[in-house]
């Protein structure tokens, strides 16, 4: 089989939810000596951004999106100890959780497993997150990218005090503060100072990118 | 002829007739009246007699025709049989642990335990009295959780929705437990005399979580199971889910429920259309980007617009979205609710 049909069998298997077929092609290229890196980001990195078109088109829900995660790591777990050291380059940082008072993380989870599939390094926090927390630990990992989620409308005042802690601190412009969750909108991240808001998953990687190549482009 | 009580006034929406004025809820889980007063959840379970005026005097104060009793029930439960809860200041309660890792979990729990709790006998005891102060006079329904939602939380949701496709007996088998779960607490609740109708809330069943497919499969037959085992009881239903579920609304009739609160994703015409007069409607004014953002004049004028949009022709309750944030301001509910009364086709 060629790389480019290898590649396309492997995003189409994730598209398809289909573990066992993403298993044996990961195998075949492994056997074949495909470089893994390039494996995972042509071939099952590819099938997952599909999914997440598919999934803000609405076609794709969440059991639709968490499975396809779960065929994309089965092929993550057979490749990755097959990376070069060189290509294992730094990856942008991202902060995540959800706020204080909210339990409801599966939206986070799927926004991470988008960010970690391309590419980016996702600090969880986990859920019910003090907001203090979120400052603390983007600092201490040196992170650029504050996501914090909320699918409560009792707990969105949450997601303000984030950013007037970091105003306070004096360190606003050394983040990227993203928010999302169902109540939440373009309108609350302006009245709150956020720099962003993300209506799905699949967007907040577009967001993630963009926000990137701009902190890139700013003068530090 | 006298003027008609707010208790009549919301049975006769649910019977989809056309009230002499629309009738208006304020609060979906319940918990508002607590923090404009002050007062956490936690700190009242312990005095129902003052928790029940709290929230009683609050509701009567902003002129709710429609009352829901029961707001962290769920919760409770989870911790009678056996789970973790953590309380919030400025929220229901939340469930914090997983009880149901396999499907050998699910027989060892037992739905006795999750009524005994001391403090769910607590919120039963301030229901009581709330049904005391109001003397019939709004319409009292109790608030809990539909089947598929308590299995979510049980599962932990994530676990739970991929059980959709990996494990359909792991999800049959744990719908069962919740199915039941979620009626002895309702019959629990309604055992109180004044008791006017039951509110069940569904925000896991949510459109923007599940497909129309998955609804019909999972969650809609438990509705339909719930709402027959209720009919014995005789009062009327109303259920909430969250998120846009325009792509569900036709499957909803069929669960026998009498009437469906949206959110406001969901386009209040529209829905109208989709029902077509075989259930009730109730929505959907934005709880945050208008109860809470807005001046009372500007909630006035958008609470007009759902207003024009669904409740002519009667069988429509005016009700917010979703629910209240503690940063919702009295006077902005006061517009809110004021508005609906006022309006005349």
Same mark, same amino acid.
């Given at each position: 089989?060629?790389?480019?049909?290898?590649?396309?069998?492997?995003?189409?298997? $994730?598209?398809?939810?289909?573990?066992?077929?993403?298993?044996?092609?990961?195998?075949?290229?492994?056997?074949?000596?495909?470089?893994?890196?390039?494996?995972?980001?042509?071939? /099952?990195?590819?099938?997952?951004?599909?999914?997440?078109?598919?999934?803000?088109?609405?076609?794709?829900?969440?059991?639709?999106?968490?499975?396809?995660?779960?065929?994309?790591?089965?092929?993550?777990?057979?490749?990755?100890?097959?990376?070069?050291?060189?290509?294992?380059?730094?990856?942008?940082?991202?902060?995540?959780?959800?706020?204080?008072?909210?339990?409801?993380?599966?939206?986070?989870?799927?926004?991470?497993?988008?960010?970690?599939?391309?590419?980016?390094? $996702?600090?969880?926090?986990?859920?019910?997150?003090?907001?203090?927390?979120?400052?603390?630990?983007?600092?201490?990992?040196?992170?650029?990218?504050?996501?914090?989620?909320?699918?409560?409308?009792?707990?969105?005042?949450?997601?303000?005090?984030? $950013?007037?802690?970091?105003?306070?601190?004096?360190?606003?412009?050394?983040?990227?503060?993203?928010?999302? @969750?169902?109540?939440?909108?373009? %309108?609350?991240?302006?009245?709150? @100072?956020?720099?962003?808001?993300?209506?799905?998953?699949?967007?907040?990687?577009?967001?993630?990118?963009?926000?990137?190549?701009?902190?890139?482009?700013?003068?530090? | 002829?006298?003027?008609?009580?707010?208790?009549?006034?919301?049975?006769?929406?649910?019977?989809?007739?056309?009230?002499?004025?629309?009738?208006?809820?304020?609060?979906?889980?319940?918990?508002?009246?607590?923090?404009?007063?002050?007062?956490?959840?936690?700190?009242? /379970?312990?005095?129902?007699?003052?928790?029940?005026?709290?929230?009683?005097?609050?509701?009567?104060?902003?002129?709710?025709?429609?009352?829901?009793?029961?707001?962290?029930?769920?919760?409770?439960?989870?911790?009678?049989?056996?789970?973790?809860?953590?309380?919030?200041?400025?929220?229901?309660?939340?469930?914090?642990?997983?009880?149901? %890792?396999?499907?050998?979990?699910?027989?060892?729990?037992?739905? #006795?335990?999750?009524?005994?709790?001391?403090? !769910?006998?607590?919120?039963?005891?301030?229901?009581?009295?709330?049904?005391?102060?109001?003397?019939?006079?709004?319409?009292?329904?109790?608030?809990?959780?539909?089947?598929?939602?308590?299995?979510?939380?049980?599962?932990?949701?994530?676990?739970?929705?991929?059980?959709? +496709?990996?494990?359909?007996?792991?999800?049959?088998? /744990?719908?069962?437990?919740?199915?039941?779960?979620?009626?002895? +607490?309702?019959?629990?609740?309604?055992?109180?005399?004044?008791?006017?109708?039951?509110?069940? #809330?569904?925000?896991?069943?949510? @459109?923007?979580?599940?497909?129309?497919?998955?609804?019909?499969?999972?969650?809609?037959?438990?509705?339909?199971?719930?709402?027959?085992?209720?009919?014995?009881?005789?009062?009327?239903?109303?259920?909430?889910?969250? %998120?846009?579920?325009?792509?569900?609304?036709?499957?909803?009739?069929?669960?026998?429920?009498?009437?469906?609160?949206?959110?406001?994703?969901?386009?209040?015409?529209?829905?109208?259309?989709?029902?077509?007069?075989?259930?009730? !409607?109730?929505?959907?004014?934005?709880?945050?980007?208008?109860?809470?953002?807005?001046?009372?004049?500007?909630?006035?004028?958008?609470?007009?617009?759902?207003?024009?949009? #669904?409740?002519?022709?009667?069988?429509?309750?005016?009700?917010?979205?979703?629910?209240?944030?503690?940063?919702?301001?009295?006077?902005?509910?006061?517009?809110?609710?004021?508005?609906?009364?006022?309006?005349?086709?």
């Amino acid at each position: 089989m060629t790389k480019e049909k290898l590649y396309k069998g492997l995003a189409d298997a $994730v598209v398809d939810m289909d573990e066992s077929t993403v298993a044996r092609l990961s195998e075949e290229a492994v056997c074949n000596r495909f470089d893994a890196y390039e494996t995972i980001d042509m071939g /099952l990195a590819k099938g997952m951004e599909r999914a997440g078109q598919l999934f803000e088109d609405e076609e794709y829900f969440v059991p639709e999106l968490l499975m396809c995660s779960e065929a994309l790591t089965v092929g993550v777990d057979i490749l990755k100890p097959h990376i070069r050291r060189s290509e294992r380059e730094d990856k942008h940082k991202i902060v995540i959780g959800v706020i204080r008072g909210d339990t409801h993380d599966i939206g986070k989870n799927l926004v991470k497993l988008m960010l970690s599939s391309a590419g980016f390094e $996702v600090v969880d926090l986990g859920r019910d997150v003090p907001t203090n927390t979120f400052v603390d630990r983007a600092v201490e990992e040196s992170a650029r990218i504050i996501m914090i989620s909320s699918l409560m409308t009792t707990t969105m005042e949450g997601m303000k005090e984030v $950013v007037s802690i970091l105003q306070e601190r004096g360190i606003r412009s050394r983040f990227k503060v993203v928010i999302g @969750g169902g109540p939440v909108s373009q %309108g609350f991240a302006d009245k709150i @100072g956020a720099d962003a808001y993300s209506p799905n998953a699949n967007h907040a990687v577009r967001l993630a990118n963009e926000l990137v190549r701009e902190d890139a482009r700013e003068p530090k | 002829m006298p003027q008609k009580t707010s208790r009549e006034i919301v049975q006769d929406a649910f019977s989809m007739k056309e009230p002499e004025r629309v009738p208006v809820g304020v609060c979906l889980g319940g918990s508002w009246p607590f923090f404009i007063e002050g007062f956490t959840l936690e700190s009242l /379970l312990s005095y129902p007699e003052k928790a029940a005026r709290v929230f009683y005097e609050v509701n009567e104060r902003v002129d709710a025709d429609f009352v829901t009793v029961g707001t962290g029930a769920t919760a409770l439960m989870f911790e009678g049989l056996g789970g973790e809860i953590s309380f919030s200041e400025n929220g229901a309660p939340s469930i914090t642990s997983i009880l149901v %890792g396999s499907e050998s979990d699910i027989d060892s729990l037992d739905i #006795a335990r999750a009524l005994k709790t001391e403090r !769910l006998q607590q919120l039963k005891s301030a229901a009581l009295e709330t049904v005391r102060l109001n003397g019939g006079r709004r319409a009292l329904f109790v608030s809990g959780r539909a089947p598929f939602t308590l299995a979510g939380q049980l599962a932990g949701l994530e676990t739970f929705t991929k059980s959709l +496709y990996k494990d359909r007996g792991f999800v049959n088998h /744990l719908l069962d437990f919740a199915a039941e779960l979620s009626f002895v +607490y309702f019959e629990f609740m309604l055992d109180t005399e004044g008791i006017d109708g039951v509110f069940i #809330a569904d925000p896991s069943a949510s @459109g923007d979580v599940l497909s129309a497919r998955h609804f019909e499969e999972f969650a809609a037959p438990r509705l339909k199971e719930l709402s027959s085992r209720l009919e014995a009881f005789g009062k009327p239903t109303l259920l909430h889910i969250c %998120g846009n579920i325009t792509k569900e609304l036709h499957l909803l009739p069929h669960t026998g429920i009498d009437m469906i609160s949206v959110d406001s994703r969901v386009d209040l015409k529209r829905a109208r259309e989709i029902l077509d007069g075989r259930m009730g !409607l109730a929505g959907n004014v934005h709880p945050v980007f208008v109860l809470e953002d807005l001046s009372p004049r500007e909630v006035s004028e958008r609470t007009k617009l759902c207003l024009d949009s #669904a409740a002519p022709g009667g069988g429509f309750m005016l009700l917010p979205g979703c629910d209240l944030s503690s940063k919702v301001p009295e006077e902005n509910v006061a517009a809110f609710v004021k508005t609906g009364h006022d309006w005349v086709a």
